[in-house]
């Protein structure tokens, strides 16, 4: 298996562009994560899907971030408009429904200047 | 709620020392424990992982014990090497299809030869 698949594996954008993040897991796994890794918070959960749909969104710090799931091979982070504090690297991980291990993407490491 | 502490880091050691890395948690059931690393440029793999009280997880040198009594799993290794030179995440999980992952907030590792 190719394992965890992230793009763009790199994102430069100006402030208040809209930035689309893509995740496709592991075929079978039927949980998906978003985290967001930055210095100052170290990994934070943004949201999680289980079977394509969203279980709890508690992390996904404001309005201007949104995921979706539309099936099991595929997901995407929004965040619309960007913001320079949004600048971190961003990890999506997938797991299956019993054991608790996750398989994590390399990242994409956004920029908002 | 869940939480995971760890020693806070850098950790640097010459090669061939030993390594321990502390970690405790607070849980409310009887979680599964796992330690994660994350190299440079890359996302988080699974190191090991314990399940139960006094299991050991174990994995390329490096092992932990789950101690209940202590709520610890302290991660070692009797002799490191420059190529372990990363972050190390000690986690825990619920189970039970509660799949949200609590993570400490990683500890890094340097290794000088």
């Known amino acids: 298996d190719a394992g965890v698949i992230q793009s763009p594996r790199h994102e430069v954008t100006e402030m208040g562009q809209e930035v689309t993040l893509r995740c496709k897991p592991i075929?079978?796994?039927?949980?998906l994560f978003w985290y967001r890794q930055t210095m100052m918070r170290g990994l934070e959960l943004l949201i999680y899907f289980n079977n394509n749909v969203p279980i709890d969104d508690s992390g996904m710090p404001e309005d201007r971030f949104s995921a979706k799931m539309p099936n099991a091979s595929f997901s995407t982070l929004k965040i619309q408009p960007s913001e320079p504090r949004d600048s971190a690297v961003y990890f999506c991980?997938?797991?299956?429904?019993?054991?608790?291990?996750?398989?994590f993407g390399p990242g994409t490491r956004l920029t908002v200047t | 709620g869940n939480s995971v502490t760890q020693m806070e880091g850098p950790v640097t050691l010459s090669e061939e020392a030993f390594l321990t890395i502390n970690c405790t948690y607070t849980a409310t059931g009887y979680p599964s424990l796992f330690w994660y690393v994350q190299y440079p440029g890359e996302g988080l793999q699974l190191l090991l992982k314990a399940t139960k009280a006094d299991d050991k997880g174990s994995n390329k040198g490096f092992e932990a014990t789950y101690r209940k009594e202590t709520t610890s799993f302290h991660l070692e290794k009797g002799s490191v090497q420059v190529s372990d030179s990363a972050v190390y995440f000690c986690a825990l999980s619920e189970g039970g299809g509660y799949q949200k992952v609590t993570f400490g907030t990683g500890t890094k590792l340097q290794v000088i030869p």
């Open positions: 991980a997938s797991s299956f429904s019993e054991g608790g291990e996750q398989y």
């Open positions: 075929s079978g796994h039927d949980y």
